[in-house]
């Protein structure tokens, strides 16, 4: 069969991938990228994906690490987006289920150098990539693809405050201003325009989704926050460290970044922007000994003749009928272990003891609404989709 005729092949059965050839390595007949044997299998892996008429084709930058599997671990049940592209740079060459055993039943393509992707077979891109190296990607690709990041390369509005957080220039600052800041449940309306979205780190995340509602309504201080923060492991990335090893974080915990953790600027960002002056808070994150999960407990003085129950009801008013954050019954405490795989924030309010004050706990997955479930969140808002498409988890219990 000639590439022709490959390809007129490919449009009367009007799906997508279209069928490739992969340059350089002969003639392979590649569906959904994966390599088939014959025009038989050919045609078994064309009707497969015309019945999972799955309609968007995605491509996955950095699939060999954490956040880059979860995302293809969420797709699998996506009712639209398929994908056709997924890179790596050291496990570059391999297949997803080699890397991630627990991926082994997904029929997806190998993953390949950002050097060698074909981006013209992509209409979106989660970019799962470290911070810095993310800048100069997303600068080379072609114009086109709407664009998810997960890294914290375009969060920061101010480019010289991502130079001092981030200890090196910003390498697109042009691309810095069109980019949208995605706290879903905040921002939803301009993230359904947006071509580019930063998508916030796992701690900005669980701190503002309840401080962001009540800095809203000024029902507390916005002096004095302090919020001490705990996270699982799999929130420092599959890269190997020392600072990581079993040995170095099990049966104990410790705290890091202390007044100097590089999501300070951004949770700030985002409180200020709320209260439209300046906003600054004592964060202090912890590493626990689990693989995911996220729990912030954030202290505040609630404001003038404001009560815990006036906290609640506006948590409670600001997130009714959202889907994945939820406030819980009054008195009930939120655990890491009940939004486990899942995309839910749940969190509550408490009174302190010392008059005035209120403590307040969220809890996330790191992993998902941290990360991976609110990316897929905002994309579905960007390409048109309900929100909540491949994201319907329960969470994973015990
Ligand atoms: N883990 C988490 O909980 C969260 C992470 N994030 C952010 O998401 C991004 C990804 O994080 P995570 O998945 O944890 O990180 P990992 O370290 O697990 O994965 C990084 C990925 O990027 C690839 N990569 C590394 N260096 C390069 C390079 N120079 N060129 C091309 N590809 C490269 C790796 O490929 P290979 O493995 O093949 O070398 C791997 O696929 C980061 O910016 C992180 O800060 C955001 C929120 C939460
Ligand atoms: C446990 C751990 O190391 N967590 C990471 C934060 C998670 C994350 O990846 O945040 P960004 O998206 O902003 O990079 C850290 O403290 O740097």
Not at 125 to 139: M, R, W
Not at 191 to 199: F, P
Not at 248 to 273: F, K, M
Request: glycine share 8%; aromatic share 8%.
């Amino acid at each position: 069969m000639s590439c022709l005729e490959l390809q007129a092949f490919s449009v009367d059965f009007g799906c997508f991938p279209k069928f490739r050839v992969k340059k350089g390595s002969g003639m392979r007949f590649f569906v959904k990228g994966s390599a088939v044997s014959s025009p038989q299998s050919v045609q078994d892996a064309s009707l497969r994906m015309q019945r999972s008429k799955k309609t968007v084709r995605v491509g996955v930058l950095g699939a060999s690490g954490y956040t880059g599997s979860e995302i293809v671990r969420l797709l699998a049940n996506h009712p639209h987006f398929g994908i056709t592209l997924m890179t790596a740079d050291r496990k570059a060459g391999q297949s997803i289920g080699s890397v991630f055993p627990h991926l082994i039943t997904q029929d997806l393509p190998d993953m390949v150098a950002i050097k060698d992707a074909d981006f013209s077979d992509v209409d979106a891109v989660f970019c799962c990539l470290p911070h810095g190296t993310t800048q100069e990607v997303i600068k080379g690709l072609p114009k086109g693809p709407k664009i998810v990041d997960l890294s914290a390369d375009f969060r920061l509005r101010n480019v010289d405050e991502y130079e001092k957080w981030y200890g090196q220039p910003h390498r697109a600052a042009e691309l810095q201003k069109e980019a949208i800041y995605g706290l879903t449940e905040v921002s939803r309306d301009e993230i359904k325009n947006a071509w580019l979205v930063a998508n916030p780190g796992c701690y900005p995340t669980s701190i503002q989704l309840p401080l962001v509602p009540l800095i809203k309504e000024r029902l507390i201080s916005l002096e004095n926050i302090i919020i001490d923060a705990k996270s699982g492991v799999s929130g420092a990335g599959r890269g190997a460290k020392e600072a990581n090893l079993y040995t170095e974080v099990s049966e104990g915990i410790h705290a890091y970044g202390i007044t100097n953790h590089r999501h300070v600027p951004e949770i700030e960002q985002g409180l200020s922007d709320t209260s439209q002056c300046k906003v600054t808070v004592s964060f202090t994150p912890h590493l626990m000994p689990m693989s995911r999960g996220m729990q912030s407990t954030i202290y505040v003085e609630m404001a003038q003749g404001v009560t815990i129950d006036d906290l609640y009801k506006q948590l409670a008013s600001a997130y009714e009928g959202e889907e994945f954050v939820k406030v819980l019954e009054k008195g009930a405490v939120p655990h890491t272990r009940n939004v486990r795989g899942s995309n839910y924030c749940f969190m509550n309010v408490f009174p302190d003891r010392i008059p005035g004050r209120a403590i307040i706990i969220s809890v996330i997955d790191n992993l998902v609404k941290g990360a991976s479930g609110q990316a897929l969140q905002n994309l579905n808002l960007m390409m048109g989709f309900p929100e909540n498409a491949g994201l319907q988890y329960q969470p994973l219990f015990p």
